[in-house]
């Protein structure tokens, strides 16, 4: 199969190493990575690829190809700049593979799958960390800091994405900035948050209770009732969703069945995101857990279950496990930690 790819983690997919300024060409039976010279050596040490050196990535690509003059070269369209993309197209036929990478990394190996659930596992090691360096008075920058050191391991690890945490009605942000709100003791707090496992991802939320014995469980209890109801519809979306993961079902029925129980609690428009999304060496990559994506659940699927409420300017609610499809069996990585 004929292809280039220019994404750093579709690169490091296909021959174990890359680099912020690369191209991956499949030529046939030949695997070229192109580079510069600041990365050179670093290649030929890791790549399971030839390795070419150009100041010019895209002008090396062409030459490659007109050597080896193949009929036609898949591309993702949706990655390339249009003036590159086009210098590609004056010397091979281009055949648009829209999310190509992202389609052939859906199913993960075994060996991908052990990764991920190491990642997982860290990830809620760090989050019982964490829990140990909440201390009410400090602001959402201060918790975000010591959140971080413990997701790191003091730098030793990269994060999946930049953490969120949130304080009451800063909760009610989806994707929430850090403020200077200070924690109360009775106050909510919503942490999502991942770490980074040999370049695999995990991605998990609690929304938890401040109170004298803070904990990272599911289950919660708040002292405002419409909190607690909020929360409970939250949980039961979560728990019924992942309970009705079965091989071969469309996974936009996951998200069908999470947002029925919302809707029935009343609190429908507040659920204003889809269900989950993929995650592996990307934090969204396929499959996407959402009302459209009719996918077949397969094995080897990694993606997260993730219902939310958010009621604006009061609090915001999200629990997210990610899941894991092996052997036909639904396996939620965080709960078998």
Known sequence: MNYILNKENEIYYECGWSSDNALFLALGDKRYVITDGRYTLDAKENADAEVVEARDLVKKARELILKHRPKKLKIDPTNWQKENYEKLAKVVKLQNVPFMSHKKRMIKSDKELEIIKEAVRLGAEAFEEFKKEITVGIDEYEL????KEKLTNRGRRELSFEPIVAINEN?????????????????LLLLDAGLKHKRYCSDRTRTIFIGDNISMSKRQKFKNKEIQKAYDTVLKAQEAAIKAVKVGMPINELDKIAREIIE????????????????????????????KNTTPIQNGMVFTIEPGIYIPGEFGIRIEDMVMIKDDKCHVLSEEI
């Open 144 to 147: 975000s800091y010591r959140f």
């Open 171 to 187: 909760a009610a942000k989806p994707h929430a900035m850090v403020t200077d709100k200070i924690l109360k003791k009775g106050d």
């Open 264 to 291: 029935k609690a009343g609190y429908g428009k507040y659920f204003v995101h889809s269900l989950g999304h993929g995650v592996g060496l990307d934090i969204h990559e396929w499959p996407y857990v959402n009302s």
